[in-house]
């Protein structure tokens, strides 16, 4: 049975559900969360497989269920469900490597307090990262992009009483916050220019034919629509997968708990500005056949893409905590991703980001397993000589590394990184990229065996690495499944058979060429790679470190050039000294703007109702009181005066009847009266 | 006009002009008293006898007595302490206002054609006609005549009657 | 003149002769007195115009009369129950003392 895209909701509303459950449990119910949480990411990878079957049935078919939401006025507001390989492939790279890191934080976070809201967080972020796999609409795509910013949020800061945690949390959303601004800008030009969000919808989508050339029209400022808007949507991307200047946020985002960090920051979040990259590419190359273009918009992705793959390997060369090297090395990582997209293939991104979910993956749990066992030692020059005393923590680590590196034909990663290569060869533009990408192979290899020796080999240089021992099934498991993905996985991608790329196409068949057309640059990367691990093992294997406050071989090489990798650039300090700044300066402007202009028109008001009770009062008391008394006085004096004719002399009222008789008689007789 | 109307029309005007004027209490009492004996008299002579022996039982018979009563329960000192007049000024004041009602009626009966002569004098009216007329056309007002009666009979008991010593505020 | 000329004559100067009465004494009951002939004189207007009117044989004229006397002598006497009674408290018949009553 497939799974058609009507069906396709159960797979992100599982783990919603479970993020539920998990919301109303008391807080000691971690088993209940722990367990509703991996059935239902176990539920969701069935699903994703029968999506897949689905989908492989007819690879060309962009299946999609749309509906309408509310109405809009002018029309209703439609979402809708996609279903074709490249959301397959990824959701059951999600729910796979995601079911694995589920059931290693059983182990990892046994001893936390907080488990039960570890799980519902982590549910959360999984309901959210599948449900931006299968959006149609862009608009739920964003929708999911931010719930996925927020569970991220939720997950650093996740030991919330760590002000270094909290500051994290605090970074990333932000940062990221700013590349969803031109996400948003550029969403919101799409829906004026095009009126729908969807992207398939049998003819009327933004990703097709129709919409497409629309966007590809040349605006009066010299930019194609599409040109901007793609830009525009890059700026989410450069956000939300740390390419620079917004890289920042992921090393310090190594502060939460290392389950956390190899399922967000590693394999999937980090990777969704890649599959947006991905996903809207129809939209991304409309503009290539126009000419006088000052940029086209994939150049750009391009050219982003390789600065930040060389500065991402070149930081991690200087660092020290095992987090943060495979930190800058997952910024490099997705550098290469971004740089393929920009050079035209976006299927070679797609197999490098689901070979690196895996191997990167696999790299984090296992230094999870060795923090875990050094009770949270994270300093490389402080391990060592962990090879004896955890010997599947190592083998496992060992594969991932080597795939990461590109170690030739056996792991994923060569072949990934070979596909990437390749295109950036074939790009007319220009072959920058691809020298920043060769250059990075060095580096990737080199800082991964130094951290391998460091961590692994020789003596242990302290306390906590002489007391390390193999953590449990929960833990090591995990481990051996990713490491066997991280090896077969390649072989799904080789050149002689592009079974994954064919599929991601649309094609049925698959065509492969022999592995010996473009094996120069083969040849070239394999060199590169052999250079690098050579140079890391002379350095860092061969003279093994003895003390932990021994100086780096290379930094006493370097000082300068290490130091300021040390320091990671000084990115951080440039952004803090302007645009930190800048915002405290406004909201120095804000404060004063408040308390004279605001606040005084308001205290201005209050006065103002003060003097209109003061008049009214004076009004009340002098005009209408004073009115009352005088006419009242006057009544009284009027009864005064009246009163008078009381004189208590009964003889002169009876004259005063008398004569009134008198005239009134003459009065008739008068008026001749019968 | 016969002498016997004369008569009577002097005695009664004497008679009260004295009664009036008198100084003495007493006198002015008992003065009044004839001058209600001439209009019973006048009564006669127009033919009301019953007018007249009610007049004569009513005003000679009871009010007089009232009156006489009322005069020595106040007498301060003297019986035959002067009365005096109001002061000049209300006599002449009284005297003013009455000579001009005076005027004015002697104008308004001289200046009237009232120049009746009755073919021959009435036969007067009997008691029993009286009483028939007093018993069905006129009963509504006999009744609430004698309401009256005893209502002033026993206000004028409740109001000249000696206060008890513990009645007094 | 006519005989109900000299009778209205005659009763209107009784009348006189009891306002005046009313107006110059100062003793209550004397006041009392002007005003019993003042009433008398009214009556006897109604006998007049009785005798000389239309139709004798109703005795309109002489019921009036009648009822005239009695209220009269109500009257007077629950006005000298009043001036025994001011008598006991102020000690006094004069008419112009008592005017606590003025405005």
Redesign the interface.
């Given at each position: 049975m497939t799974l058609s895209a009507q069906h396709l909701w159960l797979i992100p509303v599982l783990p919603l559900a479970a993020a539920g459950l998990g919301a109303l449990t008391p807080r000691g119910g971690r088993t209940l969360a722990a367990g509703a949480t991996i059935l239902t990411m176990a539920g969701s990878l069935l699903l994703s497989c029968l999506a897949l079957a689905g989908a492989l049935t007819d690879p060309s078919a962009h299946q999609v269920f749309n509906f309408a939401w509310f109405d809009l006025g002018t029309g209703p507001l439609r979402l809708g469900l996609l279903l074709d390989p490249l959301t397959a492939f990824m959701c059951v790279m999600v729910t796979f490597v995601g079911l694995l890191i589920f059931i290693f934080s059983t182990g990892y976070m046994k001893e936390d307090a907080n488990a039960k809201q570890f799980f519902c967080f982590l549910s959360l972020f999984a309901a959210a990262m599948l449900g931006l796999l299968v959006a149609n609409s862009l608009l739920l795509l964003f929708v999911c992009w931010e719930l996925v910013g927020l569970a991220s949020y939720l997950l650093i800061g996740f030991w919330f009483h760590k002000p270094s945690a909290a500051a994290a949390a605090k970074k990333a959303f932000i940062t990221t916050r700013i590349g969803d601004l031109g996400f948003l800008i550029g969403l919101v030009w799409l829906q004026d220019a095009q009126g729908t969000l969807l992207f398939y919808d049998n003819g009327a989508g933004l990703l097709e034919s129709a919409a497409l050339a629309q966007l590809a029209q040349l605006l009066p400022c010299g930019l194609a629509a599409s040109t901007a808007i793609g830009l525009l949507l890059f700026c989410g991307a450069v956000g939300k997968s740390g390419q620079f200047p917004l890289h920042v946020w992921l090393p310090d985002a190594m502060e939460g708990p290392t389950p956390v960090s190899a399922l967000i920051h590693a394999a999937t979040m980090v990777a969704a500005g890649v599959f947006l990259m991905a996903r809207v590419f129809p939209l991304m190359t409309a503009d290539q056949a126009l000419a006088g273009l000052p940029v086209h918009a994939l150049t750009v992705v391009a050219f982003i893409g390789a600065i930040t793959a060389l500065m991402g390997a070149l930081i991690a060369v200087a660092q020290n905590d095992i987090k943060r090297i495979l930190a800058f090395s997952t910024v490099s990582q997705l550098g290469y991703m971004m740089l393929a997209i920009g050079v035209g293939s976006w299927v070679a991104a797609i197999f490098h980001l689901l070979t690196h979910a895996f191997f990167k993956a696999l790299l984090f749990l296992g230094a999870g397993s060795v923090i875990h066992a050094a009770h949270h030692e994270q300093d490389i020059r402080r391990l060592g000589g962990l090879r004896g005393k955890m010997r599947t923590t190592f083998v496992t680590f060992a594969i991932g590394m080597m795939a990461l590196a590109g170690v030739p034909f056996l792991f994923s990663g060569f072949w990934s990184k070979e596909a990437i290569l390749h295109a950036a060869h074939s790009w007319e533009v220009s072959h920058l990229p691809l020298y920043a990408g060769l250059t990075a192979v060095v580096l990737t290899a080199f800082y991964m065996t130094r951290l391998v020796a460091e961590v692994f080999f020789g003596a242990p240089r302290s306390e906590a690495a002489s007391h390390a021992h193999e953590n449990g099934p929960a833990i090591t498991v995990p481990l051996v499944l990713l490491a066997v993905g991280a090896v077969l996985l390649g072989f799904l991608g080789t050149p002689a058979f592009p079974w994954l790329q064919a599929r991601l196409l649309g094609e049925t068949a698959v065509h492969g060429h022999s592995l010996l057309e473009g094996s120069g640059l083969m040849m070239l990367s394999i060199l590169l790679v052999a250079v690098g691990l050579g140079a890391g093992w002379a350095l860092y294997g061969r003279r093994l470190r003895t003390q932990a406050e021994a100086p780096d071989p290379l930094a006493v090489r370097a000082p300068g050039v290490i130091a300021a990798l040390a320091n990671r650039l000084g990115l951080d300090e440039l952004y803090a000294a302007t645009v930190g700044r800048l915002t405290f300066g406004f909201a120095d402007f804000s404060a004063l703007l408040e308390i004279f202009a605001w606040d005084g028109a308001i205290r201005f008001l209050a006065r103002l109702g003060e003097f209109t009770g003061l008049v009214s009062r004076e009004n009340d008391e002098g005009a209408l009181n004073e009115g009352f008394d005088a006419a009242s006085r006057g009544l009284r004096g009027t009864g005064l005066a009246y009163s008078k004719a009381q004189t208590g002399d009964a003889h002169g009222y009876l004259r005063s009847l008398a004569l009134g008789f008198v005239l009134l008689l003459i009065l008739v007789i008068l008026g001749g009266s019968r | 006009m016969t002498i016997a109307l004369l008569l009577i029309a002097l005695v009664i005007l004497g008679a009260a002009a004295a009664a009036m004027l008198s100084r003495n209490l007493i006198h002015s009492a008992l003065l009044l008293v004839g001058a209600w004996a001439g209009i019973a008299a006048f009564y006669l002579w127009a033919g009301a006898e019953f007018v007249a022996f009610a007049q004569a039982l009513v005003y000679v018979g009871a009010v007089s007595m009232v009156v006489l009563f009322a005069v020595l329960l106040t007498r301060q000192g003297a019986t035959s302490a002067p009365v005096e007049f109001a002061s000049w000024r209300r006599a002449v004041l009284g005297l003013v206002v009455a000579g001009g009602v005076m005027g004015v009626l002697f104008g308004s009966i001289m200046g009237s054609p009232l120049d009746v002569r009755l073919p021959a004098p009435p036969t007067g009216i009997s008691v029993q006609q009286l009483g028939l007329l007093m018993m069905g056309p006129y009963a509504p007002a006999l009744l609430i005549v004698g309401v009256l009666l005893t209502v002033a009979l026993l206000g004028a008991i409740v109001i000249a009657a000696v206060d008890k010593p513990e009645d007094t505020p | 003149?006519?005989?109900?000329?000299?009778?209205?004559?005659?009763s209107?100067?009784?009348?006189?002769?009891?306002?005046?009465?009313?107006?110059?004494?100062?003793?209550t009951?004397?006041?009392?007195?002007?005003i019993?002939?003042m009433l008398?004189a009214a009556?006897?207007n109604l006998?007049?115009f009785?005798?000389?009117g239309p139709h004798?044989?109703i005795?309109t004229?002489?019921?009036f009369?009648?009822?005239t006397?009695?209220?009269a002598?109500?009257?007077?006497?629950?006005g000298?129950?009043?001036?025994?009674?001011v008598?006991?408290h102020r000690?006094?018949?004069r008419?112009?003392e008592?005017?606590?009553?003025?405005?």
């Open positions: - | - | 003149m006519s005989p109900l000329q000299f009778c209205l004559l005659l209107s100067l009784l009348f006189c002769l009891g306002l005046l009465g009313a107006l110059a004494r100062s003793n009951i004397l006041v009392l007195l002007g019993e002939l008398n009556n006897l006998i007049a009785w005798r000389y004798p044989a005795g004229g002489v019921i009369v009648l009822f006397i009695a209220v002598a109500a009257e007077a006497a629950v000298l129950a009043f001036v025994i009674a008598h006991r000690r006094s018949v008419l112009q008592a005017s606590q009553l003025k405005g």
